[in-house]
């Protein structure tokens, strides 16, 4: 199940280069995750400063 970003985001931009499959990019001040591209490996959570990632 692809990950979200949820209104904890503070667009810091963390998890760019910690995902492996290039699924997240910044979109309106936000970063957004690609659900088509994701798979769920995790590695933009454990970076994440804000806990702005959701599972799902």
Known sequence: MA???NDACINCGACDPECPVDAISEA???RVI???TCTSCGACLDVC???AIDVG
């Open 34 to 36: 690609d659900p088509m």
């Open 28 to 30: 309106n001040g936000v």
């Open 49 to 51: 400063p804000t806990d």
């Open 3 to 5: 990950y979200s970003v």
